[in-house]
């Protein structure tokens, strides 16, 4: 016997129940990938992408260069500068585990910095197609209205020369006969 319609619902129900749901996490970066970004967002993304390889850079330096970087602090300062691309030089990682971290660190940098300068730039580009869009749109609507305005002026030329025609083609009474 085949379940009934209510069954199969109630199963269906059950099925969607015991499928796991995505964490919070997994359900932006999902958005994320399936929209395209405004600025905001692709911005937010960065700058806490940015913010993690710094934290994580300073704590694994100190972890792993212990001897250049005695304090947490320490750590933090160096990641701040490299990752700003700033490179003072007073504290440099010497260890070859070290030197890795550091890697990574100075490449999210130039990434970040790359990124935000795209960010800029994109918005430019955009700005200045908007602009460029609304001309062109003016353009036309003033090429569309003079066009409006002489097919007007032919209407009028047409429905005048149509009134002369149906004056000339009506018969006209014969005066010679009343006389």
């Given amino acids: 016997m085949s379940p009934t319609r209510r069954e199969r619902l109630s199963d269906a129900g059950r099925k969607v129940k015991a499928t796991p749901r995505p964490n919070p996490i997994e359900r932006r970066m999902s958005r994320f990938l399936r929209e395209p970004p405004s600025v905001r967002i692709a911005a937010s993304v960065i700058v806490t992408a940015t913010a993690l390889v710094v934290v ?5 330096i100190r972890l792993l ?20 691309t700033v490179g003072y030089g007073d504290v440099t990682p010497t260890h070859p585990s070290g030197r890795i971290v550091a890697v990574f660190v100075m490449l999210e940098g130039i990434a970040f910095l790359a990124i935000i300068t795209a960010a800029i730039t994109s918005t430019f580009v955009a700005r200045a197609q908007r602009d460029r869009f609304a001309q062109e749109t003016e353009g036309d609507e003033a090429e569309e209205s003079r066009i409006d305005a002489r097919l007007e002026e032919i209407t009028q030329r047409l429905d005048r020369l149509e009134t002369m025609i149906r004056g000339l083609a009506e018969p006209r009474p014969d005066r010679s006969k009343g006389r």
């Fill in 56 to 60: 994580g850079g300073g704590i694994l």
């Fill in 65 to 84: 260069d212990h001897a250049e970087y005695p304090t947490f602090w320490e750590g933090m300062w160096w990641a701040i500068q490299t990752v700003t």
